[in-house]
């Protein structure tokens, strides 16, 4: 089954975004074999496929009584100088992705970054980068420095907490946050 293309999310079914399903899209009609699986910060719909999101029409279709667009990730945390057309694919076109609480995206060089996906400490062992990112916001958010290295190894992937994985499209630095319930 084909899907569509996502700048800045290269692939749903990797990270759990989109599963499969039988049923059809509750916009399109359309059974296309795999639905999306993240938050839906509008109203919400059991069965929307990927094709609905990266036209715009879910953003559309599921944007409530509020005159405040529907979105699959909040636009929280953008860095200046970001354009609004980008916060706007981020954020209306692309689809998000299950966290803790409401997850950010990553942005870098003035563009946003690609969501590669939840990660445990083995998966950001494997790119320093991001793992010295994280150090870094857990020292600036007043962590003493033996507490980092114990909570970083405390990532996983499929439990709690959880780190998420991007990748610059540009410098190919890689970035990464985290969360837990
Ligand atoms: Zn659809
Ligand atoms: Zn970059």
């Not at 879910?58 to 057309?85: E, H, I, K, Q, S």
Request: proline letters at 8%; glycine letters at 10%.
């Amino acid at each position: 089954m084909t899907q569509p293309r996502f700048r800045y999310h290269p692939d749903p079914v990797a990270t759990g975004s989109a599963v499969p399903t039988v049923e059809a899209c509750v916009l399109c009609g359309v059974a296309r074999g795999w639905r999306y699986a993240g938050p839906i910060y509008g109203r919400q719909a059991d069965v929307l496929c990927l094709y609905c999101i990266a036209s715009g029409e879910a953003a559309r279709a599921l944007t409530g009584a509020v005159d405040f667009p529907c979105m699959f990730t909040d636009a929280t945390n953008v860095p200046p100088g970001v354009p609004f057309a980008v916060v706007e694919e981020v954020t209306q076109r692309t689809p998000g992705f299950a966290s803790w609480q409401q997850p950010s995206w990553l942005y870098h060089c003035g563009d946003g970054a690609a969501f590669l996906g939840p990660a445990g400490y083995e998966e950001l062992r494997a790119h320093p980068d991001a793992l010295e990112m994280m150090r870094d916001d857990l020292h600036q958010l007043g962590w003493p420095a033996d507490q980092v290295g114990a909570m970083l190894r405390r990532m996983d992937a499929a439990g709690e907490p959880t780190a998420y994985l991007f990748r610059c499209l540009h410098c190919d630095v890689h970035l990464a946050s985290w969360d837990a319930g």
